[in-house]
């Protein structure tokens, strides 16, 4: 008998998107404004008991300008998410800074063992630059460590 899982990753982990793709203006749309992300159901995916926070970014930046981003996970009962409590966060923390075109992504990992059943990630990006420099960010979350395998 072997103790080795599946070596077939995509049976082991759900990958779900977490919010809509946003842009971003310094000192304009949606610079330093809260993304709500969408409600996703944890008994649909088998309990799975931790994730990965993954939000992915492209950033244009002047010299000596930053992208920043801070989140928020959000737990609850209802599955609208009306009793929404913190389960883990991360303040604004710099991503990227300039000059030029920077592309890449924060990761975190979460454990969800004592979380309620649905789950939402919102998170802020913040450029710094008063004018000019912009963003685009996407959001995913990943599921693992299921009681059965992800639907």
Do not use: C, K
Request: without cysteine; negative net charge; proline residues 1%.
């Amino acid at each position: 008998m072997s103790l080795m899982g599946s070596r077939d990753i995509n049976s082991e982990i759900a990958v779900r998107r977490a919010a809509a793709n946003t842009a971003v203006t310094a000192g304009g749309g949606g610079d330093n404004s809260a993304v709500t992300g969408v409600i996703i159901d944890r008994a649909a995916l088998g309990w799975a008991e931790s994730l990965v926070v993954a939000i992915l970014f492209t950033t244009t930046l002047a010299a000596a300008q930053t992208l920043s981003v801070g989140w928020t996970l959000q737990h609850g009962e209802d599955a609208g998410l009306s009793d929404a409590a913190t389960l883990a966060s991360a303040g604004a923390a710099v991503v990227a800074t300039g000059a030029g075109t920077v592309a890449g992504q924060l990761e975190a990992g979460v454990s969800l063992r004592g979380a309620r059943r649905y789950v939402r990630l919102n998170f802020t990006p913040d450029l710094s630059a008063g004018a000019t420099d912009t963003a685009a960010l996407a959001a995913a979350l990943v599921f693992g460590g299921a009681n059965r395998l992800p639907a």
